[in-house]
């Protein structure tokens, strides 16, 4: 059994008859049985190998396509539109998820030499996983049946799993993770401003003061960086975190609509429809629906963005059987 085998293996047997499970702080492992429709998401700072099946994700005009013995690495919080584009009961979408931790990159950039010229857009990218990379997520997921070994071995092997990155095709891409002065490191200060002052109004000039640019600068690397202005990106944001609260079932519309910065309701259905395909109120009730025996089942299971995702393709499943894909 070859390497990628493995991991297929271990995954489908790690996550059972659940979406997803976690391992680890940061370490996430999914199982999609069906086709799905393009939706809307959140890419976060990560990696992402895939063991099975086949995953589409486009942002604007650019457009990755990954399957089985390929990582896709998001630099940073980037608003996207993803789906499966080939799975079934037999070869399903099987994938390794794990987050990108910018002071693990940096304590290894002293040791990596050679490292790959980054891609032009600096945002998203797809690559072939070596072999080496594989083995060492491989031997992340044997953690899961040892408990002891994994409070002790989480931390290197996750060290290894970030020096083999480096290493690799997309080392350019993942050491701007860790470089205080990249413009990914600039404009994550932006994002993760607009992230935790989610319901706060965006103002350019301070973004820009926060990234240490001036606001053209700012303008031009940004839309460089995530392909979209800052107001462009914090509304996407906005409506996902709003769909999460959403399907979580704790508030009503017009709550939701004002934690994440909405002062007017109909406008926030209108975005939400134009973005989602639903009104709110019948969107969240259709994710509820389909998250609840799930959540039943799981080890684990959350609505964050990456569950969120995982529930829709029930959802579709559930709505639509003649889109599934075979």
Do not use: C
């Not at 259905?269 to 019948?282: L, N, S, V």
């Amino acid at each position: 059994m070859d390497g990628r085998e493995e991991l297929r293996e271990r995954i489908l047997r790690y996550v059972g008859d659940t979406i997803r499970r976690d391992l680890t702080d940061g370490v996430s492992v999914g199982v999609v049985r069906y086709g799905t429709r393009p939706t809307a998401t959140m890419a976060r700072p990560s990696m992402t190998l895939v063991a099975g099946g086949v995953k589409r994700t486009t942002m604007g005009d650019l457009e990755f396509v990954y399957g089985p013995g390929q990582l896709f690495v998001a630099s940073l919080d980037l608003p996207a539109i993803g789906h499966v584009a080939a799975a079934s009961p037999d070869d399903p979408f099987v994938v390794f998820s794990f987050a990108l931790r910018p002071a693990v990159i940096a304590s290894l950039l002293l040791d990596t030499v050679d490292v790959a010229d980054p891609p032009p857009f600096t945002g998203m990218a797809v690559a072939t996983a070596s072999d080496e990379l594989i083995d060492a997520v491989v031997r992340m997921m044997r953690l899961a049946e040892d408990p002891a070994g994994i409070a002790a071995l989480r931390a290197p092997t996750e060290r290894e799993i970030v020096w083999r990155l480096l290493a690799g095709p997309l080392g350019g891409l993942v050491r701007l993770i860790g470089s205080a002065d990249s413009n990914v490191a600039h404009i994550s200060r932006a994002t993760t401003w607009m992230r935790d002052n989610l319901a706060d109004p965006v103002s350019v000039e301070m973004l820009a003061r926060l990234s240490g640019m001036s606001v053209s600068t700012f303008h031009r690397r940004f839309r460089a960086t995530t392909s979209m202005t800052p107001i462009q990106w914090q509304k996407a944001l906005r409506l996902r975190q709003a769909r999460i609260l959403l399907a979580a079932g704790d508030a009503t519309v017009a709550d939701v609509a004002s934690t994440v910065g909405y002062g007017s309701v109909s406008q926030f259905t209108r975005e939400y429809r134009r973005t989602f395909g639903r009104a709110p109120g019948q969107d969240a009730a259709r994710l509820r629906a389909s998250a609840a025996p799930a959540t039943t089942r799981a080890q684990g299971l959350r609505l964050d963005a990456f569950s969120l995702h995982l529930v829709e393709q029930q959802a579709v499943d559930a709505a639509e059987p003649s889109s599934r894909a075979g």
